[in-house]
C-alpha cells in the first residue's frame, strides 16, 4: 500500500510558476512509477505527467510540453511538479498518483489532491 499527500497548490498569477511536491510512503515504492493529473470544475479528470520509478522517461501532456517538469528524488520518495508559464487554464486540482504508467486514469494509488489556481 502507497500513500501520498500533496502540497504546494496556491494561487499564482498568469505566467508565473508553482512546483508542487508528493511525499509518499508505503511499502514497495522503489518500483512505482508516479504521475500527476488534475481536474478542473466541470471537465474530466486529465492526466498531466508522468516518470518511471529509475525517475526516467517522463511523459507529458501537449498541454503542458515545454511548461511543466516532473521529476523524482528517490532518496526523499518524494515526486515533484514544477510549473513554469501558468495559464488560467492549469487552474484545477492536482492529484499526484502511483503504480501506473500512462496518462489515462488507470492508477492505483491516489493522493486527495491540492488545488493550484492561476488568475491576476
Known amino acids: 500500500q502507497v500513500q501520498l499527500v500533496e502540497s504546494g497548490g496556491g494561487l499564482v498569477q498568469p505566467g508565473g510558476s508553482l512546483r508542487l511536491s508528493c511525499a509518499a510512503s508505503g511499502s514497495g515504492l522503489e518500483y512505482n512509477n508516479f504521475g500527476w493529473f488534475r481536474q478542473a470544475p466541470g471537465k474530466e479528470r486529465e492526466g498531466v505527467a508522468c516518470?518511471?520509478?529509475?525517475?526516467?522517461?517522463?511523459l507529458y501532456a501537449d498541454s503542458v510540453k515545454g511548461r511543466f517538469t516532473i521529476s523524482l528524488d528517490s532518496a526523499d520518495n518524494t515526486v515533484y511538479l514544477e510549473m513554469d508559464k501558468l495559464k488560467p487554464e492549469d487552474t484545477a486540482v492536482y492529484y499526484c498518483?502511483?503504480?501506473?504508467?500512462?496518462?489515462?486514469?488507470?492508477?492505483?494509488?491516489w493522493g486527495q489532491g491540492t488545488q493550484v489556481t492561476v488568475s491576476s
Open positions: 516518470i518511471h520509478w529509475r525517475g526516467t522517461s517522463p
Open positions: 498518483t502511483a503504480g501506473g504508467w500512462g496518462l489515462s486514469s488507470r492508477w492505483n494509488f
